[in-house]
């Protein structure tokens, strides 16, 4: 059992983490890496567990239910009472088109019903401010209550006794309750009415969404899940998507090992954009390729960083803040010195990620001979760095060295540009580029294939494994067939493979030997093994996979391969990545049952 039993409910501007008890624990505003107005996720400075969290207390609780509405992002949970009255909460971003334009305000709707007997309620609604270090002023009106921080205001409206709720007063439930949290702006209408109106249209949306989306035969409703789980991960204002909407949840218990990820990886981002793409998602792809165009804009030639905030910013500088941590296990990092790191496999996410514009004629804007020119830029600084040493794609703090996975990935650039010169009619820049792809194909053939083992290694003339490897037939460096590959594939398996689960590396890094397993490596072998023909033992570690998830069916980064627990920040874009991947490459087919 995980103890991230958490269901996510978001709009695309901001999102929240919603316990098995209807607590909402985690929800960071004005956006994905903004303060955590609520953070009982990662403890409270004060020690109090019920502070940093919205709660709703059934009085006698012994059981609780949770699940989203089919097809959509809204949460549904019922607590139940030992004297057999139970409540249902239904939980909500609200995201919906109101004249043409989208709506997706800053706010939660809460909507609390009583389903059978009398049952008796407590709401404990404690927001902080400032990574918890500052106590709001607390200001009330007849129908609503206002938090007031150092930076923001945030505001509750609801149709609750607000004596109760300020108090923190059990009472009895007669009737639904309604209750809006977002900014300091008064209502236009009463907030049951607002709420139920918004719960309408919003189950609408999503409705419509998942209808359009191109799904397998089999496992559809873990792809839905997926699907709409990497939407909620998108900031549709700038087009970024965050690798996962937490911090500092440890990849493994008591590591250190504890991150921020509530920014925009260009390596996860393009993972992201492909399994959309694959479900014929197109806005996701279309939405981040303005947020590539400014990052191109930026580079403007020079160094590209991994990593960005949500709005175009450089400087991610990490700092501790004063929580205790996930389970009491800090540190808490805000930040994350990542975006000083050279990773060089970053250049072909960004060519590769931006490829599809050039030959797909469904898109409203559709690239042309001058954003070839700005992705040049990227292939010629991929072409210079494909020997050179850098962190990795796993980001190794203290250690350099010339990556095979940063190699391949700057042949992808070099590769996609001469193929993307062939399409716009440029001869002679796809002579050019095919050129250094072959370069670049030449040399990780001979610097990285160790023949004393009988496979490509992580890094070059070196000899340890790396599960980024597995990538060299899903970006077309070699076909599957490739003796190389099989070979590759095989010594993996033989060295990081622990049960139906992948490690990334088993060889010692910056915090020791790793402890758990990294899922969307799990999703990568998934795919090679299918892709060499071991397609039943394929479907059956997805099967393991898949039972892995949560109650909601969502995934973190990582695994204890001896129990099953999820680790690491949640949820994990590479993770949901990892399921839609799969069951488009395991699935029959459709024919095979209509």
Same mark, same amino acid.
């Given at each position: ?272 954009? =492909? @399994?959309?793409?694959?479900? +014929? ?10 947020? *590539?165009?400014? &990052? !191109? ?101 203290? =250690? @350099?060295?010339?990556?095979? +996975? ?10 996609? *540009?001469?193929? &993307? !010169? ?173």
């Amino acid at each position: 059992m995980s103890s991230l039993d958490l269901a996510m409910i978001g709009n695309c501007s901001f999102a929240a983490l919603i316990d098995k008890n209807a607590r909402i624990t985690w929800c960071c505003l004005p956006r994905f890496d903004g303060d955590p107005v609520f953070h009982a996720l990662l403890g409270a400075p004060s020690g109090d567990d019920r502070d940093g969290a919205f709660s709703i207390e059934l009085e006698g609780q012994v059981r609780s239910e949770q699940e989203y509405v089919p097809n959509t992002a809204i949460v549904r949970t019922r607590l139940h009472a030992e004297d057999g009255s139970s409540v249902e909460i239904t939980d909500f971003a609200p995201r919906f088109y109101n004249n043409n334009r989208g709506f997706r305000p800053n706010a939660i709707a809460r909507r609390v019903r009583p389903v059978s007997g009398r049952p008796r309620v407590t709401f404990r609604i404690r927001p902080g401010f400032d990574y918890g270090r500052s106590k709001p002023e607390i200001t009330f009106g007849s129908n609503h209550i206002r938090w007031v921080g150092p930076d923001q205001v945030v505001r509750l409206t609801t149709n609750a006794p607000i004596t109760y709720v300020r108090s923190e007063t059990p009472f009895i439930l007669e009737r639904t309750l309604s209750f809006y949290f977002g900014p300091d702006e008064s209502l236009t209408d009463h907030p049951d009415t607002l709420c139920r109106a918004f719960e309408e249209k919003t189950e609408v949306y999503w409705q419509h969404w998942t209808r359009r989306l191109g799904l397998p035969l089999e496992w559809q409703e873990a792809v839905i899940r997926a699907a709409i789980t990497l939407k909620l991960c998108t900031n549709e204002e700038t087009g970024a998507i965050v690798a996962a909407v937490t911090t500092s949840i440890p990849e493994a218990a008591n590591t250190e090992r504890n991150w921020d990820y509530r920014f925009c990886w260009l390596r996860d981002a393009f993972f992201v954009v =492909r @399994a959309l793409n694959s479900l +014929s998602e197109m806005e996701t792809m279309e939405n981040y390729l303005r947020y *590539l165009s400014n &990052i !191109a804009a930026v580079m403007n030639g020079e160094h590209l960083q991994p990593v960005f905030g949500i709005g175009l910013e450089k400087d991610l500088i990490e700092t501790i803040v004063d929580l205790p941590g996930y389970r009491g296990m800090g540190p808490v990092r805000v930040g994350n010195q990542a975006y000083e790191h050279f990773q060089y496999d970053v250049y072909g996410n960004v060519v590769v990620g931006a490829a599809q514009a050039f030959f797909d004629e469904r898109l409203l804007h559709t690239f042309g001979e001058p954003e070839f020119r700005y992705l040049e830029t990227v292939g010629e600084r991929a072409y210079a760095m494909h020997d050179q040493p850098d962190a990795g794609m796993w980001e190794l703090r203290t =250690r @350099a060295r010339v990556h095979t +996975s940063s190699s391949l990935m700057c042949w992808a650039a070099c590769d996609r *540009l001469a193929k &993307i !010169a062939v399409k716009l009619e440029l001869e002679e820049r796809a002579r050019y580029w095919r050129e250094r792809a072959d370069q670049i194909h030449a040399t990780i053939c001979k610097r990285a294939w160790n023949p004393e083992i009988n496979s490509f290694v992580e890094s070059f003339e070196g000899r340890d494994m790396d599960a980024g490897l597995l990538l060299m037939a899903e970006v077309g460096f070699l076909p599957a067939s490739d003796p190389r590959f099989i070979a590759t594939v095989d010594r993996i398996g033989d060295r990081l493979r622990r049960g139906n689960h992948l490690f990334r590396y088993n060889a010692a890094d910056d915090f020791g030997t790793p402890e758990n397993a990294f899922n969307i490596c799990t999703f990568w072998y998934i795919d090679a093994l299918a892709r060499i023909g071991r397609k039943e033992e394929a479907r059956e570690i997805y099967e393991t996979m898949l039972s892995c998830r949560n109650h909601v069916g969502l995934l973190s980064e990582d695994i204890d391969t001896a129990t099953g627990e999820l680790w690491g920040n949640f949820p994990q874009t590479y993770s949901m990545v990892g399921i839609i991947n799969g069951a488009m490459r395991l699935s029959k087919g459709w024919e095979s049952a209509i």
